[in-house]
């Protein structure tokens, strides 16, 4: 039998462990053996016995070298004949209705030629991120094993906060973190867990994909917007801490450039204090490499509790499902969405899509079930919100109270002001109030001096995009009570009617 092997293997009467020395550092002439140890094991003698009465499992580590993902007229011809013999080898009916099995290791099934994982017979078997009750399995047994350790773990608390925070880590980090513990003597902290899972998914997924962060501030230090704030903390927070049916999959935050979308909601998740993973890019510019780490990012979600996912520029950051979308970008926006709608991760994990242009998010992702049930505008300041970010602007250049005559004229200077031209000039303010300290005995800003600087600033010519955008929030928005002012058929008609005009004259934000 061994003499019937191809090319690979010429000698009629080489040894065994010739067959097997050759095989050394050729992975073709190693595959082309294992091929024929498996016609072997089902070969008999001239008595009709079997020439190896056991069942032959074939572990391949890293086949996605041997096998790579490609076209096949692009691959070398090394990898194709590889992948010629494995798809032969798997295909032959003898080997199908055998008892031997061959298993292929790889990271992800998205690495391994499409030819040889597309087949019938190749079942894709996926191994979990370890969960919670395995994490805290391997802390007890870690810490009651004494050949492993030199001393017992040192913890700030318990084995199951400990389990609960290495949310995302392998078995092989945590086992790391746990040596390096025992044998420094340190007590392990919160905040060092937190570093070593963000060190993790960020070696894991790359850090230009993902960053894991605690925001710094909470909703207390967010300026105006009370309506808004007060929505997320009496309709919102209850329903991303919740794990029961009444927990939300994730939501969708619209708004104007400039208006604050990004700093109210960091707000929410420092309020919140869960982590945050802030996507950044899933489009990998390889051939392939955006599968893997979707799939990564599957594995890891599937393994946190309690996460805040925070897309910023989302319509950017996932494609269209239409026929015009490139089929990389179809494959991932369906796999987002299917993963935002997924039962198993509903209390778990919540999506927050922040984008300033709401119609360019893909329809599909904007269903309810997924981040349409919630979508939140954020909105230039108005009325009580205008006079709050008011005295936050001179709060630093001015400690005297202004009367109501000189706010009104502050207000009517500062009418057409975002969130964003408010800080900017709180800034010039600031700046101001330094080069008068410099040359006189104080550097507070009279109610003119505040005045003239505010007056000297033109806003950027961005207009009528911001108020397309404007119009595109009111229009998208989920509730009316985030409205402004009494919400009607006729208002909406009029939201429709006005950003019809504006793209008649070629204005799209």
């Known amino acids: 039998m061994i003499a019937s092997l191809d090319t690979a293997i010429e000698p009629p009467n080489a040894s065994f462990s010739q067959y097997m020395t050759d095989a050394i ?13 498996c016609l072997l094991s089902r070969s008999t003698n001239s008595d ?32 194709r004949h590889r992948i010629s013999i494995v798809q032969d080898w798997i295909s032959d009916s003898n080997f199908m209705n055998g008892n031997d099995t061959v298993i292929f290791i790889t990271e992800s099934p998205s690495l391994l030629n499409s030819r040889i994982i597309r087949l019938p017979q190749v079942v894709n078997v996926e191994i979990p991120a370890p969960g919670m009750s395995e994490r805290q399995h391997f802390i007890s047994w870690f810490n009651n ?11 700030w608390g318990t084995q199951a ?15 790391q973190m746990l040596l390096y513990v025992c044998y420094s003597g340190e007590k392990l902290q919160p905040e060092d867990v937190i570093e070593k899972v963000s060190e993790f998914i960020q070696t894991q997924l790359g850090e230009d994909v993902v960053e894991f962060k605690k925001p710094a501030h909470s909703l207390k230090d967010i300026v105006g917007n009370q309506k808004l704030v007060d929505f997320l903390k009496t309709q919102l927070i209850p329903r991303i801490t919740s794990t029961g049916p009444d927990a939300i999959p994730g939501m969708s935050v619209c708004g104007p450039i400039g208006s604050g979308k990004t700093f109210i909601f960091e707000g929410l998740a420092g309020q919140l204090d869960i982590p945050v993973l802030v996507l950044k890019n899933i ?13 990564r990012l599957r594995r890891l979600l599937m393994a946190l509790v309690k996460v805040l996912i925070f897309v910023d520029e989302a319509d950017t950051q996932f494609g269209g499902v239409g026929r015009d979308a490139h089929s990389t970008e179809r494959r991932l926006t369906g796999k987002i969405q299917a993963m935002m709608s997924d039962p198993q ?24 079930g997924r981040v349409g049930d919630i979508v939140v505008p954020v909105l230039d300041p108005r009325d009580e919100d205008r006079e709050d970010f008011l005295q936050w602007t001179i709060a630093k250049v001015s400690s005297n109270p202004f009367s109501e005559e000189d706010i009104e004229r502050l207000l009517k200077v500062t009418e057409d002001y975002s969130a964003a031209s408010f800080a900017s000039l709180r800034s010039d303010l600031e700046a101001t109030s330094l080069i008068k300290a410099n040359s006189e005995t104080t550097g507070e800003l009279t109610v003119d001096e505040i005045i003239a600087v505010a007056e000297d600033r033109i806003l950027p010519n961005i207009g009528p995009i911001r108020r397309y955008q404007t119009l595109q929030a009111l229009l998208n928005c989920t509730r009316k009570s985030l409205l402004p002012g009494d919400y009607s058929p006729e208002i909406r008609e009029s939201w429709v009617r006005q950003i019809a005009q504006l793209e008649a004259v070629g204005v799209r934000g």
């Open 283 to 295: 489009r990998s510019m390889w051939f392939g490499q955006t599968d893997v780490i979707f799939e």
């Open 145 to 155: 094993t004494p050949q492993l350790i030199a001393k017992p773990l040192n913890l």
């Open 161 to 175: 906060q400990l389990a609960m925070l290495t949310a995302g880590l392998s078995i092989q980090a945590l086992r």
């Open 48 to 79: 009709g016995e079997k020439f190896l009465s056991e069942k032959l499992i074939i572990l391949i580590e890293a086949a996605d070298m041997l096998l790579p993902e490609g076209e096949i007229r692009g691959l070398s011809l090394q990898d």
């Open 345 to 368: 991760l509903r209390g778990n994990i919540t999506w927050l899509l922040m984008t300033a242009r709401i119609y360019n998010l893909s329809p599909d992702l904007r269903r309810e």
């Open 25 to 37: 550092g050729s992975p073709t002439l190693a595959l082309e053996l294992l091929r024929q140890f």
